[in-house]
């Protein structure tokens, strides 16, 4: 972020990912809305994109990279973002994604290092698509389930963060690499706070715990839990796969809210209204030093 004048400043920020389905256009789509949720999860009107590829030229059709290309243009047409250009390069696996940039009044900047103790912790994305992704790539994913995994991927955090703009929060981050525990950990931490969640409380992709059971899960989810155990303090009740879950890395995952606990009601109220995916509230943040600690 940086401040160009006191009632404006303009915020950028850049993602790309690789393929996470086979569609090429959903792909684009996905990635889009990634690379756009930074922007939301800062409290941020995105403007303008410049897209990032890099593409397997003479390996793969440009007819693909096209449908990519039409994915994420189409996507950043749904939020009021114009791509303006781009770059590519030959590059023997695909990926997609754009430089974004948008603009914040100063004084209503989202930040993540901002948690109070008592304020309430809300979600509003499902968890499990790191799961569910590395099980398309194994051909171990039903149809169905492809098709929400895409569309809860591919759903801007725009109306999320306006809701949240509209009644107010103390912390806001999206949830996306780094799995639920470790965002949550950038706001203890940033915040110098704990938190306490109930891990039945936090939604999760019912067809996430047959996969997590038969051994599907992406590495990237397994190193983030092992990181996330020097931080986190699990009730014995708590099972491995459900570990694993909290840790589950996202692509494009929901905001992470900390609201204070009289705001709460009217915020789940507002994102009702705006329609996110899920509005749950998985636990609060508490006195401590960046610790986390997790209830049945």
Same mark, same amino acid.
């Given at each position: ?18 393929? &996470?389905?086979? !569609?090429?256009? $959903? ?5 889009? *809305?990634? %690379?756009?949720? @930074?922007?939301?999860?800062? #409290? ?111 759903? &801007?955090?725009? !109306?999320?963060? $306006? ?5 107010? *929060?103390? %912390?806001?981050? @999206?949830?996306?690499?780094? #799995? ?114 997790? !209830?049945?």
């Amino acid at each position: 972020m940086y401040r160009l004048a006191p009632d404006l400043a303009v915020v950028q920020t850049v993602d790309y990912i690789t393929p &996470l389905v086979d !569609d090429p256009y $959903a792909y684009g789509q996905i990635a889009a *809305a990634n %690379a756009l949720s @930074d922007i939301y999860a800062m #409290g941020a009107r995105p403007l303008f994109a410049l897209n990032i590829a890099g593409f397997p030229t003479g390996e793969l059709s440009n007819d693909v990279l096209g449908e990519i290309l039409r994915g994420g243009a189409e996507k950043a047409r749904e939020a009021g973002v114009t791509v303006v250009g781009g770059h590519s390069v030959d590059d023997r696996e695909p990926k997609y994604g754009m430089a974004v940039t948008g603009t914040v009044h100063p004084d209503r900047i989202l930040r993540n290092s901002t948690a109070r103790p008592g304020d309430r912790l809300i979600l509003t994305k499902p968890l499990g698509m790191g799961i569910v992704t590395t099980a398309i790539k194994r051909d171990l994913a039903a149809p169905a389930l492809i098709d929400e995994a895409v569309h809860l991927m591919s759903t &801007l955090n725009r !109306d999320a963060a $306006a809701a949240v703009l509209e009644v107010g *929060a103390d %912390a806001v981050t @999206d949830v996306t690499g780094f #799995g639920l525990l470790g965002h949550l950990h950038n706001i203890t931490a940033g915040s110098r706070v704990a938190a306490r969640i109930s891990a039945q409380r936090v939604p999760v992709l019912s067809p996430v715990w047959r996969l997590v059971h038969d051994g599907v899960a992406p590495g990237g989810s397994k190193r983030n839990l092992e990181f996330a155990e020097n931080f986190t303090r699990f009730d014995d009740r708590v099972s491995p796969d459900a570990r694993l879950v909290l840790a589950d890395a996202q692509t494009s995952g929901g905001l992470l809210i900390a609201v204070p606990a009289p705001r709460s009601e009217a915020l789940q109220r507002a994102l009702v209204d705006h329609n996110v995916p899920v509005v749950a509230e998985i636990g609060e943040i508490v006195s401590g030093a960046g610790t986390i600690r997790v !209830d049945p």
